[in-house]
């Protein structure tokens, strides 16, 4: 389904290329992404989402906890004060008020929409107590509540028929004076570059923890493109860390596990937090004295812990070692999710983010369990809807802009495939290395270190051995960890929005 401008050709490469044209463009596959889409049709906008991903894969997201909302208190007050308390004194206080407000609506919404929550014996939704929370405020699937959102949103895409493309990565985002007008996104099946003309672009895709770990686990597409034209991003040197990983495994579990009679314990037997795994205090995960009811909850968990690690949750403890597994940092945004610059008071106009492109300010140095969730949610309601209306008034634009871009990314992808550089899988390896110096805690010696190893890595260039176009995952990687080096250039040199 083409829209309104869909007979725009652009002489790019020598040849007329038609061009798609859309009200609304949402880059992602998760949460935030779907239902930025979801709150753009309903608003009346024609929105187009765009994956480089194959639909489904935002399922296998890592069980990081379930939805935080206060559905069973008179007011959010004690959610808002109980995470600005979390994030300390670089919290957002107004972002905080105005996205945990929102939580409620959201989860009864979905709830509406299908998602079947664990419930209590009265009836009500299972609100588990985790640490951080002075009030039982978590709702949730289990360890499947990333998923079952994930399959919920999906659904609802599918009722309104909203337009998807997938296997479709991003490569460039098109901006002409501070406007959006589009982006150049490879085909990954036939290798070519594909131009998409639009009024409004949502940047709604995954965070950027891949730096860290291996890029398949969170290449920050949407950040790396949005940098690169030139967008100020901000927060991004902020790394929380996710206490519930099973050591030398990498396995992330969910937070409500805490909430269900799982408890973690110092090699004393004592009591201990999150706080004290993240500190570096050596701790295990004791699962033996979970609740029966919640047992049927966390059968993948079971499953999972017993397939990879070899141990029974049922009468093995686990060991912990904390992990970076999600990232807070990203296009600052105002109450609209429109991107904004010069401290709030310009716009890029026709930008927007949600989910863990934005940086709302709510998270400070630490996001309470069940927040993110929450907010990838509210902030791609947000987004979409302010997006529908700002499109209704707006004009395609930009060709020769976006003409530009097709150019430039044919070249840089061109690039990729001579003979010069280093292995995908090398520099992959070495930019985790490198990257692990850097613990969120400022320390400028580190940062230095960091940025001289980064710098090193990026001037050897990358190279790509499979030679085919069509279906080239090497390619693919090959975007994502060059992406995810100038997201690590950055965040190294602290260069970013104050």
């Not at 709830?111 to 419930?119: A, I, M, Y």
Request: charged content about 20%.
């Amino acid at each position: 389904k083409l829209g309104a401008s869909c007979s725009s050709y652009l002489p790019c490469w020598q040849a007329p290329i038609a061009m798609e044209s859309w009200d609304v463009l949402v880059l992602g596959e998760g949460p935030a992404a779907l239902r930025a889409a979801i709150a753009a049709s309903d608003a009346g906008a024609r929105p187009l989402l765009v994956s480089g991903s194959s639909v489904g894969v935002a399922s296998g997201f890592p069980p990081i906890s379930g939805f935080s909302a206060s559905l069973n208190e008179t007011s959010p007050s004690a959610h808002i004060e109980d995470t600005i308390s979390a994030g300390g004194d670089h919290t957002d206080k107004e972002a905080v008020a105005r996205i945990c407000g929102s939580a409620v609506e959201a989860l009864s919404e979905l709830e509406r929409w299908g998602l079947v929550l664990r419930r209590s014996k009265d009836g009500l939704p299972h609100m588990a107590d985790i640490s951080g929370h002075s009030f039982p405020r978590v709702a949730g699937c289990g360890d499947s509540t990333i998923r079952e959102v994930t399959r919920t949103l999906e659904e609802q895409t599918m009722k309104r028929g909203i337009n998807r493309k997938s296997d479709l990565l991003p490569v460039a985002l098109v901006m002409d004076n501070n406007q959006a007008r589009g982006i150049v996104a490879l085909d990954i099946e036939s290798g070519e570059l594909i131009p998409i003309q639009a009024k409004t672009i949502i940047v709604a895709s995954q965070g950027y923890q891949g730096i860290w770990n291996t890029p398949s686990l969170g290449p920050g597409n949407g950040l790396a493109i949005s940098n690169a034209a030139g967008i100020r991003l901000k927060g991004m040197a902020n790394v929380p860390m996710h206490a519930l990983t099973i050591a030398g495994m990498g396995m992330v579990l969910p937070m409500d596990i805490l909430g269900s009679g799982g408890r973690i314990r110092k090699e004393s037997g004592e009591d201990a937090s999150p706080v004290e795994v993240i500190g570096g205090e050596p701790c295990v995960l004791d699962m033996r004295s979970m609740e029966k009811s919640a047992e049927g909850w966390f059968e993948n968990t079971q499953s999972k812990v017993l397939d990879r690690a070899g141990l029974d949750i049922r009468n093995d403890v686990l060991p912990l070692s904390p992990m970076i597994v999600s990232t807070t940092g990203g296009i600052p945004v105002d109450d609209h999710c429109r991107a904004i610059f010069d401290s709030g008071k310009m716009w890029y106009t026709g930008l927007y983010a949600a989910g863990r492109s934005a940086y709302t300010g709510m998270h400070g140095i630490a996001p309470l369990p069940g927040n993110l969730i929450m907010e990838e949610v509210v902030t791609g309601m947000v987004a979409g809807k302010h997006a529908a209306e700002w499109s209704n008034n707006s004009q395609f634009g930009g060709h020769e802009s976006i003409q530009q871009a097709v150019s430039s990314s044919q070249k840089k992808i061109d690039q990729m495939f001579s003979s010069e550089g280093s292995p995908v899988g090398h520099v992959a390896k070495a930019l985790s290395s490198a990257m692990r110096i850097i613990d969120g805690s400022g320390d400028q010696a580190s940062m230095a270190m960091a940025q001289a190893s980064i710098n090193e890595i990026s001037s050897l260039g990358l190279r790509v051995t499979d030679p085919s176009r069509r279906m080239n995952t090497e390619l693919v990687t090959a975007l994502h960890v060059e992406g995810l080096l100038s997201l690590a250039k950055l965040i190294s040199s602290n260069e970013e929005e104050e």
